[in-house]
């Protein structure tokens, strides 16, 4: 055999052998990476949730994990409308993949708000199908469970520049004061494409992002009624002596 043709094999060996190295160091660093991924994955998360309850401004990751602590969280069964004990409400991620594919997401954490510079009395997850991807954010609610203090959107796929817009903050702060159930628990909160006055419970859509910011409503206005958390939110306005207590 030629040297031409032992170099061949040899230089395919060699070629492997980088290959496999390359992909070990991927794969570790893979490993390695992934926790520091879903600490910040939900630091992120918790930081909508802050802000939601505390109103949005300029925060340290220390003061996002000082301020989160302060809330008294809860894992809430929405079947059964009790909470679940022994539960790491903090932690608790029900939008975790695993989760979703066990059909457990009827366990949310709630998080009641009890510092007095809080804008919301309770923050709440909702979620539902937007134009092209799930929407997932916070509802904050005022003391009385029928109106709204805050709304932050946590995590979107929808188009940059066009969807992204119900993130935008004056959308945003539309959403504070309004009426989003009445004294029975009937769900009032709606959108309408208006150049006019809106009534105290209807939320102006965006333009050009119509379809997305209808969405939003949409699963806003179902996670307040009968299939989400309506019955538990009228058994906790009858219960006026037991709110937030353990």
């Not at 989760?99 to 309770?122: H, N």
């Not at 969807?163 to 769900?187: C, E, F, P, T």
């Not at 939320?203 to 958390?229: C, H, K, M, P, Q």
């Amino acid at each position: 055999m030629t040297k031409a043709a032992e170099s061949v094999p040899r230089t395919l060996a060699v070629v492997i052998a980088v290959a496999l190295f390359c992909s070990a160091m991927v794969s570790g660093a893979v490993y390695l990476l992934r926790p520091i991924q879903a600490a910040y994955a939900l630091l992120e998360r918790n930081r909508t949730i802050v802000e939601v309850a505390y109103g949005a401004g300029e925060r340290t990751d220390a003061d996002v994990v000082q301020a989160f602590l302060a809330l008294d969280a809860r894992v809430l069964d929405l079947e059964s409308g009790e909470y679940v004990p022994a539960m790491d409400s903090y932690g608790f991620d029900h939008w975790s993949q695993e989760r979703v594919e066990q059909g457990a997401t009827r366990r949310v954490p709630i998080y009641f708000v009890t510092r007095k510079d809080a804008r919301a009395y309770l923050v709440l997850p909702v979620e539902g199908p937007g134009m092209w991807s799930t929407l997932q954010g916070y509802v904050g609610l005022q003391a009385d469970l029928q109106h709204i203090a805050t709304l932050g959107i946590f995590r979107h796929g929808e188009t940059p520049g066009i969807g992204d817009r119900i993130q935008n903050r004056d959308w945003l702060s539309a959403w504070h004061d309004k009426q989003i159930v009445d004294a029975a628990g009937a769900v009032l909160i709606s959108g309408v494409k208006s150049e006019g006055a809106i009534t105290a419970y209807q939320i102006d859509l965006i333009t050009g992002a119509t379809i997305t910011s209808s969405a939003v409503v949409r699963l806003v206005s179902n996670w307040f009624g009968e299939a989400g958390y309506g019955p538990w939110l009228a058994r906790l306005r009858a219960d006026e002596p037991a709110r937030g207590v353990k």
